[in-house]
């Protein structure tokens, strides 16, 4: 079903020709003239709302608590003739998703609205996926919506089932011990502990005593026993993190524990039954220190019975709006800060960036320009030079003369495309608009828009 989207102007020629320019590239649409037509209208569902600022009667902005608070998630986007940046700033804070000066290009509005659709349908997929799981995992939800996190997390939903060792693969800062932590939650033990540890994280003196336990007076300092994390783990879950920093000597021991499910704390001759559910991570290349030596290859395999790699930020930048999302919520409540949203070009900056420190990196940005913030919306400024003014590639082409605007750069460039599909199908329209994927009408409109005439527009 088509997405239903509500315009309301009191200009009959704006709304008619937003409604022909919607309509050609597949939404369904609606039009109101004034405030009160528009509550009318809200008898069936809409998903996105175009409203004018400046009516009769009720304007936009007074309008629009009633449209937000009818339309729970539908993005409003207003509309002005009579712009200025306090008007926009007034109607982002009163919940707007977007502001729209006019004249603005067709493909202005429609980039708006795809871009205020597609973060829409981020956030309830969102919702959807955090469901089952985020009480459990509590203060640390999962926050994906992207197709290879939502296949990742199908994939340890079903292993969360089984005692399968599970290893997590992948660069530092996705995000494992969260994912580890839902797998907790999915499963039989969600009740029984879930105990972390980050096995680069304690000197290798301390590490064995750490993992296995000591009885007291089993060496110097040793003045109480000590149970260890396998044994506190006991029911539940063990999350043995950097497991390829794990020192050769621990390994063998950590083997036996794995194999024979049972621990033999320093210092005591009996060994204690366990059972404990072990998911390992690392960031390291486990089978290249196979190969070389570093690793051992008996151990590696004890590990790799369910291996799962996860995915660094860059290879699914659809989560990145979601995150900025998720962390600007929680510094807002731990930082007192009144920051409710983030500013597009912002947002677009964020999505755009290669992230080699992912979500932790993420996490940093974002509380940084939470702190640097002085709206109640993060801008450019908020953000680290690095991110906010990347540097231009050394290969990037001029402008032709001098003319700097993305705009009219992005028109070029859809009338130079649409111009070599015609060509390469000989004028056939419909094949064109394949070549291109986008709808036979929405091409019409363009051929219309941009002056190219030609070809036969019923061609198959």
Known sequence: MPDRILVVDDDEALRESLALLLAAEGYEVVTAGDAAAALARLEEPVDVVLCDVRMPGR??????????RRLPGAPVLLMSAYGSGDLAVEALKR??????????????????IRKARERERLRRANTLLQRDVSRAVGDRPIVAASPPMIDLLEILERAAEYKATVLLTGESGTGKEVLARAIHAQSGRRNQA???VNCAAIPEALLESELFGHARGAFTGADRARRGLFVEADGGTLFLDEIGELPPPLQAKLLR????EEVMPIGESKPRRIDVRVIAATSRDLERDVASGRFREDLFYRLDVFRVRVPPLRERRDDVPLLVD???ARFRETLGKPVRTIADEALDRLVAHAWPGNVRELENVLERAMILADTDRITLADLPEAIAAPR???EAAPAPSGDFSMRRARRRFEAELIRRALDATGGNRTRAARLLEISHRALLYKIKEYGLGGGDAESA
């Open 194 to 196: 879930f105990v972390a």
């Open 392 to 394: 231009r590639k050394a």
């Open 95 to 112: 919940g707007a998703y977007d502001y729209l000066a006019k004249p603005f290009q067709p493909s202005e509005v429609l980039l708006a």
């Open 257 to 260: 524990v794995l194999q024979e």
């Open 326 to 328: 998720h962390f600007i």
């Open 59 to 68: 304007d936009g902005l007074e309008l629009l608590p009633d449209l937000i």
